[in-house]
């Protein structure tokens, strides 16, 4: 039997990453920044039906890849100069001169701060990837108490009933409704202006009346964005769930 997984290098696209998974119908490819190529594929299919599915889509491949290059070159690299803050907080960086060498965060009522030893550069991963964990959890306890509240508001305002509402850690999309009018809404969102996040909220609501995207659909978020809705769809383009 193949093994589970396996790494190919061709010629034209570089680094190619097998892997078989249980409940996989079909090969498919994806990319992510900084995570390469990955080819994810039943087991019931050998590795070189794959490898054909996949130089087949060559030229695509190195398009997507050029475009994860951007996006990585885009990147944001955390350290005292950097000015970021969330709806609520700022981030700061605080040095620490005692013997514990270990890197800390701790999200205050208005503040992001994260305690980093002397000596240590605020570039190492380590800072890094704890600051970015810190503001996933201030963008997650915002959104917990902004968002809801923000849905019954929109709600009540243009006459829409919706059944409960949840916030999660979703990156696949920024929103949806379920067919029992269940809203779901990103963590994410919180990186968006308040007028797009109102957006999102207006869009899923909309399909507590309409399920799909048809002209019913996009003539009643018109009707509630003063006209805008696919200006603003258009704008929703320039973010992205995966800012980190």
Known sequence: MESRSKTVVYPAIGEVFYVRKKGVRRVSIVLKPFKGVVVTMPFNIKLDDAERFVLQKTEWIEMAKAKMANLETRKTVFNEST???????????????????????????????????????????????????????????????????????????CGFRFGNVAVKKIKSRWGSCSYQN????????????????????LHELCHTVEKNHGPKFWALLDKHTSAKAKLLAKEMKKYSTRYF
């Open 182 to 201: 269940n809203i779901n809404l990103s963590v994410y969102l919180m990186q968006l202006p308040d007028y797009l996040i109102d957006y999102v909220i």
């Open 83 to 157: 000015s970021f803050r969330t709806k609520k907080r700022i981030l700061t960086f605080a040095r620490h001169s005692s013997e514990n060498s270990v890197v800390s965060c701790r999200i205050l009522q208005n503040e992001i701060r994260i305690s980093v030893p002397e000596g240590v550069e605020t570039e190492h991963a380590t800072v890094q990837e704890l600051t970015v964990k810190a503001i996933e959890r201030a963008w997650t306890m915002e959104a917990k108490e902004l968002l809801p509240l923000r849905v019954f508001q929109l709600a009540s305002e």
